[in-house]
Structures are given as C-alpha cells and as structure tokens.
C-alpha cells in the first residue's frame, strides 16, 4: 500500500429515495458524489434506463437529508432483541427497505461496539471467494468510515482474499447501502470505531464453512459487530423467478410464506437447513452466501458451548404481486443476540 491514502466515495448507493414511485425500480440507486447529484435507474424489463440530474446541493446538505429520514425510520423501531452481535438487514432503496433496516439497526449498541465487519454479496463481478476492499476510507455524506487496516492484513494473510478494484468496490452497493446506517448508529462514537467491507462471492458450502470457521472468533469479540447484507425473494419474471404455492393464495402471501419459511430457518442457526431449502426451493435470497458464513461461524462458535439466538424483527416487500406480469423484492431485518 503506498503512502496515498485511498478514499471510496459513495457514490451511486445510500438512497434514501428513488427515482421514481413504481413497483419495477426497486434497485435504482440514488446517491451522492461531492455536489453533484446522480441519478441511475436499474436494468428494467430488457432495457437499461439511465439518466443524470445535477442538482446544486452541497454534500452536507445531502447529509442533512439522509440523518433526518434515518433518525424517522429509528424512532418508529423498537430496541427489543439487543445488544446484537450480527444483523441481518436489506441493501435495495431506502424508500423500499430503510424502515425494514431500521428494526435491525435499533439492536445495535455503539457503547461496546468498535469494529463493524459488513459482509455483502458480490452483485456485479464473478467471484469464488471472498474480497476486500482497496480503499482505506469509506466516505458518506455523514462522516467518514476508517477501514480497520490490521484486521484487513491479518485477513489478507490467510490466502483466502482476493483484492477487488475500485471499480469493483464503487459499483458493488450491497456493501455501500449499509455505510449510512452503519455511521448512522454508531454516530455517538464515530471516532472509536472501524469497519471490516467484505465482498463475499458464490460459495460452496465447504467455502462457507471456511469462511465461518475464520470469522468466528471475530464474532466472538463483544467488540464487534457483523452486518449481512441480503434481501429476500425476488420475485418475477424479470428475476426469471415465479415460484407460486397456490395453497396460500394470492401471489404476494405465497412469497412471504415462502421468505418465512427461509428466516425460520435461519432462525434455528442451522447452515446445513439453510442448504437443504435453497436446494429445495431456489429462492432467490441474494445475500444467501454472506448468510451462509454467518451460520457456519455461529455453528463453529456453538461447539464451544456458546449460547446464541437469532430473531427476525420485521419483514416487508417491495409491492405486492397479484399477477403474472408483477414483480416484488422482499426485504427481512434481524439480530443475533449472545447470551
């Protein structure tokens, strides 16, 4: 690493709105680069729609905006399941999922918590293993999040880690959707804290317990939190997913059986379940690898005799399906507590 320091700015996720009201732009990102305003809509059906507004906002004053909606979406959550030691939490829009988030982020206690791993899937580049970040500071319209170097060099040192790009880190937004919350929640103590980006790619199983195996005894730190990143159920034809149990009626109740089927499984800290029901039904839960080394790391940190529960807190969707032609993204919030 040369003398440089190397800043990331958020430059495309964070939105706390979306460029439009409909159903179908679920992933449009919206956020900020310095004083410029940007504006990208998501691949849409089969064409990519794209377009660029500037706007004369200051990056504080984007800031600004961005607390306000964050601390609404707080107040309205209930501190029931904490101190968490991992969450899980959604990575779409924030008009889509940032009350959802908001469940999960309320268990967070920033008076214990100084190192944030953020495990988010690879959504964008092919990966077989896991990456990290090039960059050494995370930049939000908030503040700045330091990137904990030691952790990253006795990461690096295992062999298991790819360096991704900055290209790669800038298009990648299932880590960059959590930076806002992450220094959102942790505000009380921002300069006492750093943070672990880990992009993790299409595991194997065997790959997931080897990543769980490594990340246990950071999830055995009280001092640290881990963040996984994943929606639910992406339902549609435009995901090339209709999965449709009749039995449950309309098409929205047969994705959330569906989706709760799959936290309840979660729920019971079990890898091999969770496994077995991706198998079975293909749901297309984006964040199921980052969920993956999470339960193996509670598995292996479960031998030890250490006692766990993970409850999820909230549930919600993008829309609900009735017919054919709609589409929906599902989003869950959870927290896993240490007893």
């Not at 992009?199 to 317990?209: I, M, N, P, T």
């Not at 193996?296 to 030890?304: I, S």
Request: proline letters at 4%; glycine letters at 6%.
């Amino acid at each position: 690493m040369s003398n440089r320091m190397v800043c990331r700015e958020a430059s495309h996720a964070g939105s706390w709105y979306t460029a439009s009201g409909r159903a179908g732009d679920e992933g449009c990102y919206i956020g900020w680069k310095s004083s410029v305003y940007i504006i990208k809509l998501t691949r849409i059906e089969s064409s990519i729609y794209s377009c660029v507004l500037y706007l004369q906002l200051s990056f504080s004053s984007l800031g600004s905006q961005l607390n306000a909606q964050l601390e609404g979406w707080l107040s309205q959550a209930q501190s029931t399941a904490g101190p968490a030691r991992a969450i899980i939490a959604p990575h779409a829009g924030y008009t889509y999922c940032g009350a959802c988030a908001a469940h999960a982020y309320k268990q967070v206690d920033p008076s214990i918590t100084r190192r944030v791993f953020i495990l988010g899937p690879s959504h964008h580049v092919p990966l077989s293993r896991c990456a990290l970040s090039p960059a050494e500071v995370y930049r939000t319209p908030l503040y700045d999040l330091r990137i904990d170097q030691k952790v990253y060099a006795d990461l690096w040192k295992t062999g298991m880690f790819e360096r991704m790009t900055l290209q790669t880190d800038e298009d990648e937004h299932s880590i960059e959707m959590h930076l806002p919350y992450t220094a959102k929640a942790m505000e009380s103590y921002k300069d006492e804290f750093s943070i672990v980006p880990v992009l993790v790619g299409a595991l194997s199983e065997s790959k997931e317990q080897e990543y769980g195996k490594l990340l246990s005894k950071y999830l055995a730190d009280p001092s640290n939190l881990f963040i996984i990143s994943s929606d639910f159920c992406h339902w549609g034809q435009r995901f090339r997913y209709t999965y449709y149990d009749e039995n449950q009626g309309e098409i929205y109740r047969s994705i959330e059986h569906l989706d709760k089927m799959g936290m309840g499984i979660i729920e019971q800290l079990d890898p091999v379940s969770f496994s077995n029901y991706l198998k079975k039904y293909h749901n297309t839960i984006c964040g199921r690898h980052p969920i993956g080394v999470l339960l193996n790391a509670v598995a292996e940190l479960k031998k030890n005799g250490l006692e766990m529960n993970f409850s999820f807190l909230n549930y919600a969707q993008s829309s609900q399906c009735r017919n054919w032609s709609d589409s929906s993204v599902s989003y869950a919030a959870g927290a896993l507590v240490v007893h």
